[in-house]
Structure formats: C-alpha cells, structure tokens
C-alpha cells in the first residue's frame, strides 16, 4: 500500500470550506453615483460666480467710459469757454494799446491782431454748438449776437487818426468797450455755468447707474453665496453620508473577514484535533490489534501441523498483517505525525525533509538554529504544514534539484525559509494565488507574523516567513 501524503488543502477541500471573504454588505443597495450631479453643481455655481464678474467687467467698463466721456466734455467745453473769454481779453487789452499808441500807422497792426482774436472767437462759438445741450442754444446765440455786436463797435477805431484815439479814447473804453465785453463774459459766464449743469446732471446719471450696478452686483453675489452654501452644505452631507456608509461596510467586511479567518482557525484546529483522534486511534486500537494478529500469527507458527500448506497460509497471513500494520503508520504519520509530539518542531521537519527527499528523490537540506521545545501546539503544528505544503509544491511544480529549508529563531522571531533552484513562476501566477499558498498566508497571519513569496521564472522560488514566538 502506498503512503497516504494529507495537507492542509486536501482537508480544506474536504471540508468543502475555501477562506474567500464575500462580498457581503455590499449587495441589495441601490448605489447612486454622486460625481455627476456633483460636477453639474459645481458647473453651476462656477457660471453663477462668473456670470457676475463679466456683467462687472463689462457694466463697470460701460461706466468708466461714460465718466470718461463726461470729463472730457465738461473739460473740453469749458477750456473752449476760458479760450473765449481770454480771446475778449485780448481783443480789450489789443483796443486799449491801440488807443494808447500815438504812432499814425499803429491801425493796420492791431487791427491784425483783432482779426485773429475774432476768427477765434467764431471758432470758439461753433464748437460749442456741438457742445452745449439743446437748451444751451438761447445763450450761444446771444453770444453770437454780442460778440457780432462788440466786434461791429469795435472795428471801425482803428481807421481812426491818432488826434482821434487822444480826443475819445477814454470815453469810445468807458462807455462803448468795456460794457458791451462785460457783456459778452456775461454770457460766457453763463455757458459755463451751463455746462457745469449738464456735467453735474451727467455725474448725477452715472451716480445712479453706479447704484443701480452695486445692487445688482450684491444680488448676483448673495444669489452665488446661497448656492455655492447649498452646494457646498449637500456636499458635505453627501460626503459625510458616504464616509458613515464607508465606514459601516468596512467595519462590516472586516467583521466578516475576522468571522471567516476564526471559522478557519476553527476548521483547521478541528481538522488537526480530528488528525490526532484518528492517528490515536489508528495507533492505540488498531495498530494494537495488528500487532497482537502478528504476535498470535507467531504463535500459531510455532504451534503449526505438519502439512506444509498451513505454513504457507500462516506466511501469508503474517505478511498481510506485517504490510496493514506499515499502512497504519503511514496513515497515522500523514495525518499526525507522533514525532511532532514526541520529539518537537525541529526533529519532525528533519523527518518529513528525509521522507520527503527518499519519496521524491529530490535532496532537502534542512537547518535548524534555536530552542523550539517551548512552542506552542498551535505554533508547531502550522510552523510544520508550512515547511509540509512548502515541499508539496515543490514537488508538483517546481521541477527543482535541490531545496533548502532553513528554521531560524532570532529576536524573538522565528523565521522560515523554503527555497528551491526551480522553474519559478511569474508574478501574474502569484497575484492568482493557489489554495497552498493561501493556505501557508492564513497559516501566519493566524500566528500574527508575515509572509513573502519571491519567484523569477528560470531562477527558483523562495518563500520567507517571519513569526512571533
């Protein structure tokens, strides 16, 4: 009969029990996708900001242009206003110096000089036509009329002779020249305050437009602040409502996940009990009885008859109870082995790495450093289904020569290496993960260490775990 080699997967399997965490928690609930509606939002509230800082831009870029615009015309017009009052006063001081010049030929040369003021004037008056507001226009045509009627009385002096400018010049700047230029900056006086009144009216309209914006633009920011509020008050509802739901299926799964890793401690630990009452049982009951058939099997030889087929028979019936009796131990080594309870952790890696290597015909080395008499039956029994699936995938997949094991006890830590000069295997196999390599992870985080697992096709595979004494 053969030897009967059983590993932690083969009992798993057995047992109909795969430590798979399911999705639990997550089924049975309507899962709603929050980043669209909240991107519309955001969307929203980005238009709502920027809508009123264009309207701004644009509104406030509207009302500079417009006080702009009234400047200039209120400073135009008055410039144009002070040019044609300066331009009465040179054409008074021109008349006072003509009158006061005795030289006979002086008319030609100020009568120059007036002409130019004249033709001045007369500019002056048109483009405060387009300047001054319709209701201006009484005022600008009556100083047309005044200037038209200062320049009249004015420009016949100078044909005068010199006897003349000293006989009436006195009287012609008293009474002709200085009331009717009085006259004229009368009217001038009252353009500008003309246009001072429309410039004030102008400031007056823009003062309200500028109201009107600031109101607008309150609104439009207070309308943007109670929906960037709303917003932002969903979002941290949804937020927090999604971190509650968060935090409730991950204390969930990692209840589930702790449930199902302690109904696979229990498996196993009821698996193992199971291997030591049937090994017991295997050695005590029937290993006993074989051992008494084989004793009395003696017996009866020594005690045989003379006819040569009872001997035979009695032969025969030894050799099947020899062979049942190897079975026994076979099967109660591979379920249990006794020298794990006998000898301790290191003499039975030692055994198994020695059948191992005689079954299989592939050299173990094995070396052990440290006192593990003092471990634990639980720490014993994993350390030893490690090292035991360790070899049993070399076997069926690693093609090796030669494997190593190497049990080391180092600052309080044991630390188990199992490497082998196999085919190897590439990392998109290990992400997959076999039941013996997930049966070895369980194995340590069981006994709270940690487990690596380093392969490169062609250059062997090594498996290194670090527990906790």
Not at 286 to 299: F, N, W
Not at 381 to 393: M, P
Not at 430 to 439: C, K, N, P
């Amino acid at each position: 009969m053969r030897r009967i080699q059983t590993t932690p997967e083969i009992a798993r399997n057995k047992g109909g029990v795969v430590a798979q965490a399911p999705d639990i928690g997550l089924r049975g609930r309507r899962t709603y996708r929050t980043w669209p509606v909240f991107s519309f939002a955001l969307l929203v509230l980005l238009a709502l900001m920027l809508v009123p800082a264009v309207t701004a831009l644009w509104r406030s870029e509207g009302i500079y242009k417009e006080i702009r615009n009234s400047q200039q015309q209120f400073q135009g017009t008055q410039q144009i206003v002070d040019g044609l009052s300066q331009n009465v006063f040179a054409i008074s001081l021109t008349i006072r110096e003509f009158l006061l010049d005795p030289s006979p030929d002086a008319g030609r040369l100020y009568r120059v000089r007036v002409t130019t003021a004249r033709e001045a004037l007369q500019a002056d008056i048109v483009q405060l036509a387009h300047l001054l507001p319709p209701d201006g226009n009484v005022a600008l045509e009556r100083l047309r009329q005044q200037v038209d009627q200062y320049l009249a009385v004015v420009m016949p002096i100078f044909d005068w002779t010199s006897q003349q400018r000293a006989e009436r010049g006195s009287y012609f700047l008293r009474e002709e020249q200085r009331p009717r230029r009085e006259t004229v900056l009368a009217v001038a006086r009252e353009l500008s305050g003309i246009n001072a009144s429309v410039y004030a009216q102008q400031q007056g309209r823009i003062t309200e437009s500028e109201q009107w914006f600031r109101r607008e633009l309150m609104n439009s920011v207070l309308f943007a602040l109670l929906a960037g509020v709303i917003v932002s008050a969903a979002g941290i509802l949804r937020m927090r409502w999604l971190e509650a739901r968060a935090t409730e299926q991950r204390q969930h799964a990692e209840a589930t996940t702790a449930e199902i890793r302690r109904l696979s401690a229990r498996l196993r630990h009821a698996q193992e009990e199971e291997r030591r009452t049937i090994s017991r049982e295997l050695h005590d009951e029937v290993g006993q009885a074989l051992t008494a058939l084989r004793m009395e099997l003696g017996t009866l030889e020594r005690l045989r008859l003379s006819e040569g087929g009872f001997e035979a028979r009695v032969r025969e019936l030894k050799d099947i109870a020899e062979q049942s009796l190897h079975s026994v131990r076979d099967i109660a080594a591979g379920l249990r082995p006794t020298v794990l309870d006998d000898l301790g952790l290191a003499a039975a890696v030692q055994k198994h790495a020695r059948e191992f290597s005689t079954r299989t015909g592939v050299a173990v080395g094995v070396s052990v450093e440290g006192l593990f008499d003092q471990l634990s039956d639980t720490h014993r029994t994993d350390i030893y289904r490690i090292v035991q699936e360790a070899l049993t995938n070399c076997a069926k997949h690693a093609q090796a020569h030669r494997i190593s094991v190497s049990l080391l006890e180092r600052n309080g830590h044991i630390e188990l290496t199992v490497s082998d000069d196999g085919v190897g295997f590439a990392q998109e196999r290990r992400a997959r993960g076999g039941l013996g390599l997930i049966g070895m992870e369980e194995r340590v985080r069981e006994l709270g260490g940690v487990i690596a697992v380093r392969s490169v096709p062609g250059q062997g595979t090594t498996i290194q775990a670090q527990i906790p004494l």
